[in-house]
Protein backbone atom coordinates (compact mmCIF):
# COMPACT_ATOMS: atom_id res chain seq x y z
CA UNK A 1 0.00 0.00 0.00
CA UNK A 2 1.57 3.50 -0.82
CA UNK A 3 1.94 5.76 1.72
CA UNK A 4 -0.88 8.50 1.48
CA UNK A 5 0.09 11.95 1.07
CA UNK A 6 -0.28 13.08 4.80
CA UNK A 7 1.82 10.20 6.18
CA UNK A 8 4.81 11.31 3.36
CA UNK A 9 4.48 15.01 4.64
CA UNK A 10 4.93 13.84 8.09
CA UNK A 11 7.98 11.75 6.90
CA UNK A 12 9.85 14.09 4.63
CA UNK A 13 9.58 16.38 7.79
CA UNK A 14 11.85 13.32 10.15
CA UNK A 15 14.19 13.34 7.43
CA UNK A 16 14.06 16.73 6.85
CA UNK A 17 15.02 17.53 10.46
CA UNK A 18 17.16 14.36 10.94
CA UNK A 19 19.30 14.90 7.71
CA UNK A 20 20.12 18.81 9.06
CA UNK A 21 21.29 17.87 12.75
CA UNK A 22 23.14 14.28 10.91
CA UNK A 23 24.94 17.03 8.69
CA UNK A 24 25.63 19.54 11.70
CA UNK A 25 26.71 17.21 14.21
CA UNK A 26 28.18 13.93 12.37
CA UNK A 27 24.88 10.91 13.07
CA UNK A 28 20.65 11.45 14.01
CA UNK A 29 19.30 10.66 11.12
CA UNK A 30 18.43 7.35 12.42
CA UNK A 31 17.91 8.52 15.69
CA UNK A 32 15.82 11.31 14.64
CA UNK A 33 14.18 10.04 12.15
CA UNK A 34 14.02 6.35 12.60
CA UNK A 35 10.76 6.29 15.57
CA UNK A 36 8.22 8.36 13.07
CA UNK A 37 8.96 6.35 9.91
CA UNK A 38 8.61 3.30 12.50
CA UNK A 39 4.91 4.66 13.43
CA UNK A 40 4.09 5.72 10.28
CA UNK A 41 4.74 2.47 8.54
CA UNK A 42 7.10 -0.58 9.46
CA UNK A 43 7.90 -0.83 5.99
CA UNK A 44 10.39 2.46 6.32
CA UNK A 45 12.91 1.17 8.41
CA UNK A 46 15.82 -0.01 8.43
CA UNK A 47 16.09 -0.18 4.80
CA UNK A 48 14.72 2.59 3.09
CA UNK A 49 15.91 5.25 5.97
CA UNK A 50 19.42 3.03 5.79
CA UNK A 51 18.85 3.78 1.50
CA UNK A 52 18.80 7.57 2.00
CA UNK A 53 21.41 7.97 4.88
CA UNK A 54 23.72 6.50 2.31
CA UNK A 55 22.76 9.15 -0.01
CA UNK A 56 23.60 11.66 3.25
CA UNK A 57 26.49 10.65 4.26
CA UNK A 58 28.28 10.44 0.63
CA UNK A 59 27.42 13.77 0.65
CA UNK A 60 28.76 14.75 3.85
CA UNK A 61 31.92 12.74 3.49
CA UNK A 62 32.50 14.92 0.41
CA UNK A 63 32.00 17.71 2.39
CA UNK A 64 34.35 16.49 5.11
CA UNK A 65 37.21 14.74 3.74
CA UNK A 66 40.16 16.76 4.40
CA UNK A 67 39.46 15.85 8.59
CA UNK A 68 38.92 12.41 8.19
CA UNK A 69 40.76 9.24 10.66
CA UNK A 70 41.58 7.10 8.16
CA UNK A 71 43.57 5.38 10.64
CA UNK A 72 40.67 4.15 12.93
CA UNK A 73 38.45 3.58 10.33
CA UNK A 74 39.87 0.59 9.79
CA UNK A 75 39.48 -1.02 12.95
CA UNK A 76 36.17 -0.15 13.24
CA UNK A 77 35.36 -1.38 9.93
CA UNK A 78 36.31 -4.76 10.95
CA UNK A 79 33.88 -4.81 13.93
CA UNK A 80 31.02 -3.31 11.75
CA UNK A 81 30.83 -6.51 9.96
CA UNK A 82 30.61 -8.69 12.61
CA UNK A 83 27.88 -6.26 13.99
CA UNK A 84 25.89 -6.48 10.23
CA UNK A 85 25.86 -10.51 10.55
CA UNK A 86 24.56 -10.28 13.93
CA UNK A 87 21.67 -7.57 13.27
CA UNK A 88 20.64 -9.44 9.84
CA UNK A 89 20.56 -12.87 12.02
CA UNK A 90 18.01 -11.61 14.31
CA UNK A 91 15.58 -10.06 11.73
CA UNK A 92 15.32 -13.26 10.40
CA UNK A 93 14.79 -14.69 13.80
CA UNK A 94 12.29 -12.03 14.93
CA UNK A 95 8.04 -11.92 13.97
CA UNK A 96 7.21 -7.78 13.38
CA UNK A 97 6.39 -7.31 16.88
CA UNK A 98 9.04 -8.34 18.14
CA UNK A 99 11.50 -6.28 15.57
CA UNK A 100 9.00 -3.47 16.84
CA UNK A 101 10.13 -3.81 20.58
CA UNK A 102 13.90 -4.57 19.76
CA UNK A 103 13.52 -1.45 17.29
CA UNK A 104 12.08 0.65 20.34
CA UNK A 105 14.79 -0.37 22.53
CA UNK A 106 17.57 -0.15 20.09
CA UNK A 107 16.13 4.01 20.21
CA UNK A 108 16.35 4.07 24.32
CA UNK A 109 19.33 2.51 23.93
CA UNK A 110 20.45 5.27 21.24
CA UNK A 111 19.94 7.87 23.34
CA UNK A 112 21.15 6.67 26.89
CA UNK A 113 24.46 6.60 25.11
CA UNK A 114 24.43 9.37 23.33
CA UNK A 115 23.26 11.47 26.87
CA UNK A 116 25.48 9.63 29.03
CA UNK A 117 28.25 11.53 28.51
CA UNK A 118 31.41 8.92 28.38
CA UNK A 119 34.51 9.51 27.68
CA UNK A 120 36.00 6.29 25.73
CA UNK A 121 39.24 6.83 24.13
CA UNK A 122 39.28 5.52 20.31
CA UNK A 123 42.12 3.04 20.54
CA UNK A 124 42.09 -0.77 18.83
CA UNK A 125 39.83 -2.48 20.99
CA UNK A 126 37.50 0.77 21.41
CA UNK A 127 36.73 0.47 17.70
CA UNK A 128 36.09 -2.44 17.03
CA UNK A 129 33.42 -2.89 19.68
CA UNK A 130 31.62 0.70 18.60
CA UNK A 131 31.78 -0.80 15.04
CA UNK A 132 30.55 -4.04 15.65
CA UNK A 133 27.73 -2.49 18.24
CA UNK A 134 27.40 0.12 15.20
CA UNK A 135 26.77 -2.88 12.82
CA UNK A 136 24.09 -4.01 15.16
CA UNK A 137 22.35 -1.52 15.96
CA UNK A 138 22.03 0.06 12.34
CA UNK A 139 20.91 -3.25 10.61
CA UNK A 140 18.11 -3.62 13.17
CA UNK A 141 17.02 0.00 13.48
CA UNK A 142 19.03 1.85 11.35
CA UNK A 143 20.23 3.59 14.41
CA UNK A 144 24.33 3.10 13.92
CA UNK A 145 25.63 6.20 14.84
CA UNK A 146 25.79 6.44 18.79
CA UNK A 147 28.55 4.06 19.96
CA UNK A 148 31.40 5.41 17.18
CA UNK A 149 29.95 9.08 17.91
CA UNK A 150 30.70 8.41 21.97
CA UNK A 151 34.56 7.55 20.65
CA UNK A 152 34.73 10.99 18.59
CA UNK A 153 32.51 13.20 20.72
CA UNK A 154 35.27 15.14 21.89
CA UNK A 155 36.81 15.62 18.69
CA UNK A 156 36.78 18.90 16.68
CA UNK A 157 33.74 18.97 14.58
CA UNK A 158 34.83 18.00 11.32
CA UNK A 159 36.82 15.12 12.36
CA UNK A 160 33.39 13.91 13.84
CA UNK A 161 31.23 14.48 11.06
CA UNK A 162 34.02 13.40 8.64
CA UNK A 163 35.26 10.05 9.94
CA UNK A 164 31.46 8.80 10.58
CA UNK A 165 30.37 9.69 7.20
CA UNK A 166 32.86 7.30 5.39
CA UNK A 167 32.35 4.98 8.57
CA UNK A 168 28.32 4.76 7.76
CA UNK A 169 28.76 5.09 3.82
CA UNK A 170 30.92 1.64 3.97
CA UNK A 171 29.02 0.00 7.50
CA UNK A 172 25.29 1.14 5.59
CA UNK A 173 26.65 -0.49 2.31
CA UNK A 174 27.55 -4.01 4.56
CA UNK A 175 23.74 -3.98 5.97
CA UNK A 176 21.91 -2.80 2.79
CA UNK A 177 23.95 -6.02 1.08
CA UNK A 178 22.54 -7.96 4.18
CA UNK A 179 19.27 -7.43 4.09
CA UNK A 180 18.90 -7.84 0.34
CA UNK A 181 20.48 -11.24 0.96
CA UNK A 182 17.72 -11.98 3.67
CA UNK A 183 15.15 -10.44 1.33
CA UNK A 184 14.36 -7.10 3.20
CA UNK A 185 15.67 -5.02 0.31
CA UNK A 186 13.22 -5.07 -2.45
CA UNK A 187 11.54 -2.65 -4.99
CA UNK A 188 9.12 -1.56 -2.35
CA UNK A 189 11.73 -0.50 -0.02
CA UNK A 190 13.58 1.19 -2.96
CA UNK A 191 10.24 3.02 -4.06
CA UNK A 192 9.83 4.04 -0.42
CA UNK A 193 13.71 4.93 0.12
CA UNK A 194 12.75 7.28 -2.93
CA UNK A 195 10.05 9.23 -1.69
CA UNK A 196 12.66 10.27 1.14
CA UNK A 197 15.32 11.37 -0.99
CA UNK A 198 13.88 15.40 -1.49
CA UNK A 199 13.93 15.63 2.34
CA UNK A 200 16.95 14.22 2.88
CA UNK A 201 19.03 15.98 0.75
CA UNK A 202 17.37 19.08 1.67
CA UNK A 203 18.64 18.81 5.21
CA UNK A 204 21.51 18.55 3.86
CA UNK A 205 21.31 21.32 2.51
CA UNK A 206 20.53 23.22 5.70
CA UNK A 207 22.65 21.85 7.86
CA UNK A 208 25.75 24.11 5.69
CA UNK A 209 25.18 26.70 7.95
CA UNK A 210 23.24 24.77 10.97
CA UNK A 211 26.65 23.31 11.86
CA UNK A 212 28.22 25.76 13.67
CA UNK A 213 24.81 26.20 15.72
CA UNK A 214 24.58 22.64 16.10
CA UNK A 215 28.08 21.81 16.91
CA UNK A 216 27.74 24.03 20.31
CA UNK A 217 25.11 21.75 21.35
CA UNK A 218 21.74 23.84 21.55
CA UNK A 219 19.74 21.47 20.04
CA UNK A 220 21.29 18.03 21.40
CA UNK A 221 18.77 17.79 24.78
CA UNK A 222 15.74 18.48 22.50
CA UNK A 223 16.97 15.75 19.87
CA UNK A 224 17.43 12.88 22.51
CA UNK A 225 14.01 14.16 24.48
CA UNK A 226 11.68 13.66 21.18
CA UNK A 227 13.72 10.42 20.35
CA UNK A 228 13.44 9.33 23.73
CA UNK A 229 9.61 9.77 23.48
CA UNK A 230 9.07 8.28 19.72
CA UNK A 231 10.96 5.20 20.97
CA UNK A 232 8.73 4.81 24.31
CA UNK A 233 6.00 5.32 21.89
CA UNK A 234 6.63 2.61 19.90
CA UNK A 235 7.37 0.22 22.80
CA UNK A 236 4.14 0.68 24.14
CA UNK A 237 2.29 0.22 20.84
CA UNK A 238 4.17 -2.54 20.34
CA UNK A 239 3.24 -4.59 23.53
CA UNK A 240 -0.19 -2.83 24.64
Known sequence: MPLSWSDLAVASVAVIVGALVQGSVGFGLGMVAAPTLMLIDQRMVPAPLLVVSMILTVLMTHREWHAIDFPGLTWALGGRVAGVVAGATMLTLLSGDAIAIVFGALVLMAVGLTASGLHVVPRRATLVGAGALSGFMGTVS??????????????????????????????????????????????????????????????????????????????RRAVLSVAAAAGLLVLLRSVI
Open 142 to 219: SIGGPPMALLYQHAAGPRIRGTLSVFFVLGTGLSLLALWFIGRLGAVELALAAALVPGTVLGFALSGRARRVLDGGYT
